[in-house]
């Protein structure tokens, strides 16, 4: 019996959302991956300078996207 797992990941570039469901294929096999990109805003600049700041962005989409969406998995990069 396959189980589908729903990731949200925090931007609509098709690399990071391949990306996502590629590495969550990896680690749950015997799962259907559903990953869907959406617009979250990270709060920071675009190019984030930084370590922090990129750490910072990736929690504040992450952070909207649980706080708006309904999935298995949150991610953001």
């Given at each position: ?9 925090g931007?609509?570039?098709p ?63």
């Amino acid at each position: 019996m396959s189980y589908s797992l729903k990731i949200v990941v925090g931007s609509k570039n098709p690399v990071k959302i391949n990306a996502a469901k590629r590495i969550f294929a990896m680690y749950f096999p015997e799962h259907e991956i559903d990953c869907q990109g959406v617009d979250a805003p990270s709060n920071v600049p675009d190019q984030p300078i930084g370590e922090e700041q990129t750490r910072i962005g990736a929690q504040n989409r992450v952070t909207f996207c649980k706080n708006t969406y309904k999935a298995d998995y949150y991610c953001a990069m």
